[in-house]
């Protein structure tokens, strides 16, 4: 069936490092790609999402692009903040559904 | 517009109470979600409605649990007897059209069984 698979975490990075965090999915046909997000206390919100091959998700300084051939929607950025302490979950939409698949989150903490 | 209201934000109960959690949808979304998150499992799908039909309940755990929409505005997600392994955080969750469409969640229900 369909699944999202994400990078284990708790991450820990120092302010302005870069940031990967590696989602595969596995998925018949041409399923939607969303990264959403979950400060403490909070429910989920969207951070970004591709609905096609080659795509590219973007928002506040992510980006994540959908890649067919190798069935990944890593979420990245360039220099992250103390802000961006989350967890991030890779999700999955197919388009022959009414169905989210989320990953199992991954922690991030981001020091001064 | 408000967002996806949940309520109570946090429920504290001994091992066989019935609890009631409640959600309001985004109005104008056409299906509601009920999630349970919990450190071991991760974001759960219990049950999910369209246009006030419980289309899949297949994530309900078991007959314990039970989920209604009685209008378009108002869920509930019912445990009874509540067990201490029930404890977790349940997320209300809409969308408008279809669930390939941007989810918007509530706050949560942070619930504890003693």
């Known amino acids: 069936g369909d699944s999202v698979t994400q990078m284990e975490g708790p991450v820990t990075l120092s302010e302005e490092a870069c940031l990967t965090i590696n989602c595969t999915y596995t998925a018949t046909g041409y399923p939607s790609l969303f990264w959403y997000v979950q400060y403490p206390g909070e429910g989920l919100q969207l951070l970004l999402k591709a609905t096609k091959a080659d795509d590219k998700g973007s928002n506040k300084g992510f980006e994540a692009t959908y890649r067919k051939e190798t069935t990944s929607f890593h979420l990245e950025k360039g220099s992250v903040q103390v802000s961006d302490s989350a967890v991030y979950f890779c999700?999955?939409?197919?388009?022959?559904?009414?169905?989210?698949?989320f990953g199992t989150g991954t922690s991030l903490t981001v020091i001064p | 517009d408000a967002g996806v209201i949940q309520s109570p934000r946090h429920e504290v109960t001994e091992m066989g109470q019935e609890v009631t959690l409640r959600c309001k949808p985004i109005?104008?979304?056409?299906?509601l979600f009920w999630y349970r998150q919990t450190m071991m499992r991760g974001l759960e799908l219990l049950i999910y409605f369209n246009n006030n039909v419980p289309i899949d309940d297949s994530g309900m755990p078991e007959d314990r649990f039970s989920a209604k929409m009685p209008n378009a505005s108002f869920s509930t997600l019912k445990i009874q007897p509540s067990e201490p392994r029930d404890s977790a955080v349940y997320f209300c969750a809409s969308s408008k059209l279809s669930a390939s469409e941007k989810l918007f969640f509530g706050s949560g229900t942070q619930l504890s069984v003693l």
């Open positions: 999700a999955l939409s197919p388009n022959t559904g009414n169905q989210f698949y």
């Open positions: 109005s104008g979304h056409d299906y």
